[in-house]
T-cell receptor
Framework: AQRVTQPEKLLSVFKGAPVELKCNYSYSGSPELFWYVQYSRQRLQLLLRHISRESIKGFTADLNKGETSFHLKKPFAQEEDSAMYYCALRPNPNAGGTSYGKLTFGQGTILTVHP | DSGVTQTPKHLITATGQRVTLRCSPRSGDLSVYWYQQSLDQGLQFLIQYYNGEERAKGNILERFSAQQFPDLHSELNLSSLELGDSALYFC????????????FGPGTRLTVT
């Protein structure tokens, strides 16, 4: 079974402060990990995925297989970063099976960046 | 808008009723996914269709069913509605299945009274 845990429901920081949104997962195989973001009144959109290893809007996330974590980090938070963030897992498509399209989401973390 | 579209935006209905939610994928996308977002369960995968065929099933109740039509739009049918079915229902689409980014629609907010 696959499971994603985001331990913080709410996270508040001040503008310019570093921010880290935690994500831990459990999965027996080799997963793909994603971060999705949902800004107020907007649809869910992909922020980044671990296989691309790129930085989007200043956010980065490193897959730590030993700790089964995929924490999202940004060194200097901005007010426009305030949103709901979801960590998600998908079975590696090269692993076969029939559930490779399925995304399993964590419960989400609401990030509020204060001025 | 060439993105994923969902209708209706909002739906209010009574317990015991049946509703149909509609999703049109992005142009060219063959896969459609349905997710339910509720306060207690979070965002959960319901079902996936690829080119008209069911591909994967998640935590979808027997009272719920879905299909994907030849024009690739999809419908999610919810019957014998209960208060606990109140949620935001998202549709997502991707080009194929493996390794593709899923693009989400704006969602349909269902309220069961």
């Amino acid at each position: 079974a696959q499971r994603v845990t985001q331990p913080e429901k709410l996270l508040s920081v001040f503008k310019g402060a570093p921010v880290e949104l935690k994500c831990n997962y459990s999965y027996s195989g080799s997963p793909e990990l994603f971060w999705y973001v949902q800004y107020s009144r907007q649809r869910l959109q992909l922020l980044l995925r671990h296989i691309s290893r790129e930085s989007i809007k200043g956010f980065t996330a490193d897959l730590n297989k030993g700790e089964t974590s995929f924490h999202l980090k940004k060194p200097f938070a901005q007010e426009e970063d305030s949103a709901m963030y979801y960590c998600a897992l998908r079975p590696n498509p090269n692993a076969g099976g029939t559930s490779y399209g399925k995304l399993t989401f964590g419960q989400g973390t609401i990030l509020t960046v204060h001025p | 808008d060439s993105g994923v579209t969902q209708t209706p935006k909002h739906l209010i209905t009574a317990t015991g009723q049946r509703v149909t939610l509609r999703c049109s994928p992005r142009s060219g996308d063959l896969s459609v996914y349905w997710y339910q977002q509720s306060l207690d369960q979070g965002l959960q995968f319901l079902i996936q269709y690829y080119n008209g065929e069911e591909r994967a099933k998640g935590n979808i109740l027997e009272r719920f069913s879905a299909q994907q039509f030849p024009d690739l739009h999809s419908e999610l049918n919810l019957s014998s509605l209960e208060l606990g079915d109140s949620a935001l229902y998202f549709c997502a689409s991707s080009v194929y299945m493996e390794g593709d980014e899923q693009y989400f629609g704006p969602g349909t907010r269902l309220t069961v009274t």
